[in-house]
């Protein structure tokens, strides 16, 4: 089986602009969440959707967005880039929302602005 | 709100030695406890968890943790380290439902030298 795929796999964008993130997670898995990694630091949560639905946010700016498709693949929005937004942004999938919930990571999507 | 410390940033092992990393967390009830690994450029891979039970869990690769809730600590241990151990390894904790998302400590760095 598949497991979670992102794309893109690098992405080097300037300041200001915008930028899309696109991620599919297990088959069956109904729950994405988005984590931020800065170089040197662990994962930070951005987001976190079911069927669809935001059912978290972590303390994130308006300008990083999300939503979920009906079939359960996200996308992950971020406007007017900041140098500070460089990071490696991971997407994971699981099958609730159960704290026990083991959540599946993907590979990630390098972002470097410029 | 719930919050994990891993003391050591950076350790060095020998190949066939033995390994332990810490991992300290604030919570005020029983938490979900994780240990992840990381290799360089890649995402996240889950090594054990542990939400109720046994409080020794036993994950993959050889490794094992102890939840220990007198000293809210969650350690990862092997008894002997292989070279493609090196990695950087993380530990999270994560709590109930409704938009759950895993604080991560900042991780520590796994060298293994032969």
């Known amino acids: 089986d598949a497991g979670v795929t992102q794309s893109p796999t690098h992405l080097i964008k300037t300041r200001g602009q915008h930028v899309t993130l696109r991620c599919s997670p297990i088959s069956g898995h109904k729950s994405v969440s988005w984590y931020q990694q800065v170089l040197g630091q662990g994962p930070q949560f951005i987001f976190q959707y079911y069927e669809k639905e935001e059912r978290g946010r972590g303390n994130f700016p308006d300008r990083f967005s999300a939503r979920q498709f009906p079939n359960y693949s996200s996308e992950l929005n971020v406007n007017a880039l900041l140098l500070g937004d460089s990071a490696l942004y991971l997407c994971?999938?699981?099958?609730?929302?159960?704290?026990?919930?083991?959540?599946?990571f993907g590979p990630g999507t390098r972002l470097t602005v410029l | 709100a719930q919050s994990v410390t891993q003391p050591d940033i950076h350790i060095t092992v020998s190949e066939g030695a033995s390994l332990e990393l810490r991992c300290n967390y604030s919570y005020g009830a029983t938490p979900y406890l994780f240990w992840y690994v990381q290799s360089p450029g890649q995402g996240l891979q889950l090594l054990l968890k542990?939400?109720?039970?046994?409080?020794l869990v036993q994950g993959i690769k050889g490794f094992e943790a102890e939840f220990k809730r007198s000293q809210s600590s969650f350690n990862l241990r092997k008894p002997s380290v292989h070279w493609s151990d090196a990695a950087e390894y993380f530990c999270a904790v994560g709590a109930g439902n409704s938009g759950y998302a895993l604080n991560f400590g900042k991780g520590t760095s796994l060298l293994v030298t032969p």
């Open positions: 994971a999938s699981t099958f609730g929302t159960s704290g026990g919930d083991t959540q599946y």
């Open positions: 542990y939400f109720s039970g046994d409080t």
